[in-house]
């Protein structure tokens, strides 16, 4: 029996290094297994990180261009609206210069009806139109002139 005793020790011993030897090996994937996920988290974090970074990038991208964009709509309406005003002081002019020409036509039909119906010491009253009533008091020495607009 106590070769038996001695055949058992070394088996003993070959079955506890094979048992050290899979439990070393347990570790070790269970480390590598450790490590794969760290590494795993670790690449995920630096492409949350990058994507974060590259959303804020076309956020302000966004932003820049919205600003420019209403910054050429702004220069536009006011553009447009300095032609505008300009367009109307334009036709304000070339209407007071219509009405003054019109002015200056009928004082010089005027002056030339007083010079063909002047006579001495005489009054005369009529009305070439139905928008303008003239009234001419002729006396030797001077004529005067009175105009009377009664709708325009």
Request: with cysteine; glycine share 4%; charged share 25%.
């Given at each position: 029996?106590?070769s038996?005793?001695?055949k058992s020790g070394?088996?003993?011993?070959?079955?506890?290094?094979?048992?050290?030897?899979?439990?070393?090996?347990?570790?070790?994937?269970?480390?590598?297994?450790?490590?794969?996920?760290?590494?795993?988290?670790?690449r995920?974090?630096?492409v949350?990180r990058?994507?974060?970074?590259?959303?804020?990038?076309?956020?302000?991208?966004?932003?820049?261009w919205?600003?420019?964009?209403?910054?050429?709509?702004?220069?536009?309406?006011?553009?447009?609206?300095k032609?505008?005003?300009?367009?109307?002081?334009a036709?304000?002019?070339?209407q007071?210069?219509?009405?003054?020409?019109?002015?200056?036509?009928?004082?010089?039909?005027?002056?030339n009806?007083?010079?063909?119906?002047?006579?001495?010491?005489?009054c005369?009253?009529?009305q070439?139109?139905?928008?303008l009533?003239?009234?001419y008091e002729?006396?030797?020495?001077h004529?005067?002139?009175?105009?009377e607009?009664?709708s325009v």
């Amino acid at each position: 029996m106590g070769s038996k005793c001695c055949k058992s020790g070394p088996d003993k011993d070959a079955l506890e290094k094979e048992k050290l030897k899979w439990l070393r090996e347990k570790r070790l994937r269970a480390r590598v297994k450790a490590a794969g996920k760290i590494q795993a988290w670790w690449r995920g974090t630096l492409v949350r990180r990058t994507l974060l970074v590259a959303a804020l990038m076309a956020w302000m991208i966004q932003i820049w261009w919205r600003t420019l964009l209403w910054r050429r709509v702004l220069k536009r309406r006011q553009d447009l609206l300095k032609i505008y005003v300009i367009q109307e002081e334009a036709a304000v002019k070339l209407q007071s210069w219509v009405r003054m020409w019109q002015c200056h036509r009928r004082y010089c039909h005027m002056c030339n009806a007083l010079c063909i119906l002047q006579i001495p010491k005489g009054c005369f009253t009529f009305q070439t139109h139905d928008i303008l009533q003239e009234q001419y008091e002729v006396t030797p020495s001077h004529p005067e002139f009175h105009i009377e607009i009664l709708s325009v």
